[in-house]
């Protein structure tokens, strides 16, 4: 099983929808939890980071459920602009340092 | 002020011969980390580098794989007798490292490295 599990997508959709996109992870002793983005042949972006209380940054909504490892990126009113591959990210256990695991991504196509 | 510069942005290199790529990362920035993204597949750990301690090279996929980081600040990542399996893009990281505190890593643009 792989340690980040995301549906590769691709994800499309028309402007103004909403989409989710899912991930879980199988390390239960995980620490921190991001979604990344990114563009083609462009580096991974930090889009935000995962908190247990959930957190809301404008049209982009983050959730984290702990108990069922499992990690979900809310994204309202699409844009064009919001065409990307979304990268769940997650922290292993504290003794491991501050490397990432990716997931694969989630790819999404937002069309006028 | 500058991001994480990497260099050079696209390699191509013959099966067998040797490739350094290089890593600036953002000054102040103690921590330094090297992943792989092979067409198709996800971001791969390969090395870390945390302040002045032995880094965590737990992800290197081979003995050809290799990584110095000098002075704390600038990184080599050196590839020895290249396979075309190493064609991939070569990103690198950095982050302030704060104990206890949520460490962001940024990115760099990447190498992308073709072997024929």
């Known amino acids: 099983r792989k340690e980040v599990e995301q549906d590769p997508g691709p994800f499309n959709v028309p402007e103004g929808a909403t989409v989710a996109f899912n991930c879980t992870y199988s390390?239960?002793?995980?620490?921190?939890f991001f979604w990344y983005r990114q563009d083609c042949r462009k580096e991974p972006k930090l889009l935000m980071s995962?908190?247990?209380s959930g957190n809301e940054d404008g049209r982009f909504t983050a959730q984290l459920n702990r108990a069922s490892q499992y990690i979900s990126l809310l994204i309202r009113d699409s844009k064009l602009s919001d065409s990307a591959t979304y990268l769940c990210?997650?922290?292993?256990?504290?003794?491991?340092?501050?490397?990432?695991?990716f997931g694969t991504g989630t790819r999404l196509a937002v069309r006028p | 002020g500058a991001g994480v510069s990497q260099s050079p942005s696209n390699k191509v290199t013959e099966k067998g011969k040797d490739v350094e790529l290089r890593c600036d990362p953002i000054?102040?920035?103690?921590?330094l980390y090297w992943y792989r993204q092979s067409l198709g597949q996800g971001l791969e750990f390969l090395i870390y580098?945390?302040?002045?301690?032995?880094?965590?090279k737990s992800g290197l996929p081979s003995d050809r794989f290799s990584a110095e980081r000098t002075g704390g600040s600038v990184s080599t990542l050196t590839i020895q007798r290249t396979q075309q399996e190493d064609s991939a893009v070569y990103l690198c990281?950095?982050?302030?490292?704060?104990?206890?505190?949520?460490?962001?890593?940024?990115f760099g643009a990447g190498t992308r490295l073709s072997v024929l």
């Open positions: 390390n239960s002793a995980s620490q921190s």
């Open positions: 995962v908190y247990s």
């Open positions: 990281a950095s982050s302030l490292a704060i104990a206890g505190g949520l460490n962001i890593q940024y």
């Open positions: 580098f945390q302040g002045n301690s032995a880094p965590d």
């Open positions: 000054s102040g920035h103690t921590a």
């Open positions: 990210v997650v922290t292993p256990e504290k003794s491991s340092g501050d490397k990432l695991t």
